[in-house]
């Protein structure tokens, strides 16, 4: 159980003791309830056909909701992306979850992520604009101008998220990266 929740995102080694110790101090509370949640996520929790978010439902339920604008694709990194969108509640178009992020240092080229897919979700004539909400790094700026690149040819307005300044941020606690795409962003006050 330890070695098992150490390969966990954020549990090393010691972390996983101390999770695997306060499971079982408290089977009841937390353990079993656990395991039953563990086994009902394995058997139920399926990949959406249409975006690649998971649900217990193919299509997911945001691609089966009609009142989402279908001309709208944001398109985002992983699952987990997309839903810090969800959780912020201003996007009510459609996602398409890429798998991850182009990476020449770790051996990622586009045939590991699902770009094809995009693209022809993007041409079938329905969609009017992909918005690109790939992480501000090296690696999500080399995505975004790939499919960018990609995208072109598909009679689509391609959009990225601004970048900048965040709500409630102090310039002098801000990298100078920051700071300098915020002054290249800036718009109409």
């Not at 929790?45 to 009142?67: E, F, N």
């Not at 989402?68 to 969108?85: K, T």
């Amino acid at each position: 159980m330890i070695s098992l929740l150490a390969k966990l995102p954020g549990l090393g080694p010691r972390s996983a003791r101390r999770a695997a110790l306060a499971l079982l101090k408290r089977r009841d509370q937390l353990l079993r309830p656990l395991a039953d949640a563990l086994a009902e996520a394995a058997a139920r929790v399926k990949t959406c056909s249409a975006c690649g978010s998971l649900d217990t439902q193919d299509p997911c339920a945001i691609c089966a909701d009609r009142s989402r604008d279908a001309s709208l694709i944001c398109v985002v990194e992983e699952v987990g992306a997309l839903w810090a969108m969800e959780r912020a509640s201003a996007f009510r178009g459609r996602y398409h979850v890429l798998g991850g992020l182009l990476s020449a240092l770790d051996g990622v080229g586009p045939e590991a992520l699902k770009v094809g897919p995009l693209v022809a979700r993007a041409s079938d004539g329905g969609v009017h604009e992909v918005i690109l909400a790939l992480p501000a790094t090296v690696d999500g700026q080399t995505t975004a101008h790939y499919l960018a690149d990609r995208l072109a040819n598909a009679d689509v307005s391609v959009t990225m998220l601004a970048r900048g300044v965040p709500v409630g941020g102090e310039l002098d606690w801000l990298d100078d990266g920051t700071i300098a795409q915020a002054m290249r962003a800036r718009r109409p006050a």
